[in-house]
């Protein structure tokens, strides 16, 4: 395809949504781009969250952290370029280890990786052995090296509800587990103090998940408030929700999902204007794939990890191979059996 082939496949889908001058250089990039990835043999899997000129022009694949987990552990490609945050591009190696993965920006992160150790994860067995500890997604490899199944937020009840046990333990998201204890009926503990290994006494007994007080920076900060005053000047939107939203937020909306099942949500229901309480670039791709709906956007919050992904910076990925992720052998392979423990639950 030609560059303005390329251009103009971009322009029917954004031009309401990105400015046509933006458009023509972005679609310069993107053909680089897909020119490299083609020569390089890659294959190119793009997180809802990145932004529109890229989400409409290199990928490969889009979707959740779920689907392209799925589509990482099963391409044939030679490099795996992953335009998301670390986690992912990590969670991609730990699947499909002979593969080079690529993250183009290196210091992409997320705040609820980076609220846990693989220390804190064997300070909380000690505390509580034997109880199985299944960790979401958005955290390091060593950390899932240190758990028995990983979980994303559309299946995070699903895999809880797998093992069959009275209690376990939920890390690193808060809201997403207390979200979780709502959705299974557990009562949910937060034990800050880590006493003597084993002696869980001094809290109470009746609790049957326990969580950690990791946070999304992006989803704490939308409140009961902001839906409250969108459905004022609105009072038709219907209103959706991650569930790293605080259960408040998650209570006042009218449906909660991963971003892959708010997308399909948009799709099926008939409302005078939507309005998503999660990145906001988000917000654009959804309204560009739905041009008759009105999305309203609350946008002065963003991810400041996934805004990292450019073009720019994936079309350096592919010249000069970087930033390649590497993950220990003895921690991939710990890290695999709990990744792939989760995606044969579903
Ligand atoms: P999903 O698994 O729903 O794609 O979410 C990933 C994420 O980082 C949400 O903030
Ligand atoms: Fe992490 Fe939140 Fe950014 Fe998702 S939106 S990558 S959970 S900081």
Same mark, same amino acid.
């Given at each position: 395809?030609?560059?303005?082939?390329?251009?103009?496949?971009?322009?029917? $889908?954004? !031009?309401?949504?990105?400015?046509?001058?933006?458009? @023509?250089?972005?679609?310069?990039?993107?053909?680089?781009?897909?020119?490299?990835? $083609?020569?390089?043999?890659?294959?190119?899997?793009?997180?809802?969250?990145?932004?529109?000129?890229?989400?409409?022009?290199?990928?490969?694949?889009?979707?959740? !952290?779920?689907?392209?987990?799925?589509?990482?552990? @099963?391409?044939?490609? /030679?490099?795996?370029?992953?335009?998301?945050?670390?986690?992912?591009? &990590?969670?991609? $190696?730990?699947?499909?280890?002979?593969?080079?993965?690529?993250?183009?920006?290196?210091?992409?992160?997320?705040?609820?990786?980076?609220?846990?150790?693989?220390?804190?994860?064997?300070?909380?067995?000690?505390?509580?052995?034997?109880?199985?500890?299944?960790?979401?997604?958005?955290?390091? #490899?060593?950390?899932?090296? &240190?758990?028995?199944?990983?979980?994303? !937020?559309?299946?995070?009840?699903?895999?809880?509800?797998?093992?069959?046990?009275?209690?376990?333990?939920?890390?690193?998201?808060?809201?997403?587990?207390?979200?979780?204890?709502? /959705?299974?009926?557990?009562?949910?503990?937060?034990?800050?103090?880590?006493?003597?290994? *084993?002696?869980?006494?001094?809290?109470?007994?009746?609790?049957?998940?326990?969580?950690?007080?990791?946070?999304?920076?992006?989803? &704490?900060?939308?409140?009961?408030?902001?839906?409250?005053?969108?459905?004022?000047?609105?009072?038709?939107?219907?209103?959706?929700?991650?569930?790293?939203?605080?259960?408040?937020?998650?209570?006042?909306?009218?449906?909660?999902?991963?971003?892959?099942?708010?997308?399909?949500?948009?799709?099926?229901?008939?409302?005078?204007?939507?309005?998503?309480?999660?990145?906001?670039?988000? *917000?654009?791709?959804? #309204?560009?794939?739905?041009?008759?709906?009105?999305?309203? @956007?609350?946008?002065?919050?963003?991810?400041?990890?996934?805004?990292?992904?450019?073009?720019?910076?994936?079309?350096? #990925?592919?010249?000069?191979?970087?930033?390649?992720?590497?993950?220990?052998? &003895?921690?991939?392979?710990?890290?695999?059996?709990?990744?792939?423990?989760?995606?044969?639950?579903?």
């Amino acid at each position: 395809m030609s560059v303005e082939a390329l251009y103009q496949q971009m322009k029917a $889908k954004l !031009s309401n949504v990105v400015p046509d001058f933006e458009l @023509r250089y972005k679609a310069e990039l993107a053909y680089e781009i897909n020119r490299l990835k $083609k020569e390089r043999n890659a294959v190119i899997l793009g997180h809802n969250y990145m932004e529109p000129a890229l989400f409409y022009s290199i990928p490969d694949f889009t979707g959740d !952290s779920l689907e392209l987990s799925r589509k990482a552990a @099963r391409t044939d490609k /030679d490099i795996i370029v992953f335009c998301g945050v670390r986690f992912m591009a &990590e969670t991609a $190696k730990i699947l499909n280890p002979q593969k080079t993965v690529l993250l183009p920006a290196e210091k992409a992160g997320c705040s609820l990786a980076a609220s846990i150790t693989a220390a804190d994860v064997r300070k909380l067995k000690e505390r509580f052995p034997g109880v199985p500890v299944v960790t979401y997604v958005n955290t390091y #490899a060593d950390v899932k090296a &240190e758990s028995d199944v990983c979980c994303t !937020s559309s299946n995070a009840a699903a895999v809880v509800d797998s093992l069959g046990v009275d209690t376990v333990i939920f890390i690193p998201d808060e809201y997403l587990a207390r979200n979780v204890a709502r /959705d299974t009926g557990k009562h949910i503990i937060f034990p800050t103090i880590i006493s003597k290994p *084993g002696d869980a006494s001094d809290i109470k007994t009746d609790f049957q998940l326990i969580g950690w007080h990791g946070r999304c920076e992006v989803h &704490e900060k939308f409140t009961v408030e902001d839906i409250a005053n969108v459905r004022e000047q609105f009072p038709d939107v219907v209103i959706l929700t991650h569930p790293e939203c605080s259960p408040e937020v998650v209570a006042a909306s009218d449906f909660s999902g991963g971003t892959a099942a708010m997308i399909r949500y948009v799709e099926q229901i008939s409302a005078p204007h939507y309005l998503l309480l999660t990145e906001c670039a988000m *917000g654009d791709n959804v #309204a560009a794939a739905n041009p008759d709906k009105e999305m309203l @956007r609350l946008c002065s919050v963003r991810c400041p990890h996934m805004n990292q992904i450019t073009l720019e910076d994936t079309l350096n #990925a592919l010249k000069y191979n970087r930033y390649v992720i590497e993950v220990p052998e &003895e921690i991939l392979v710990k890290a695999a059996r709990s990744v792939e423990r989760m995606i044969a639950i579903g």
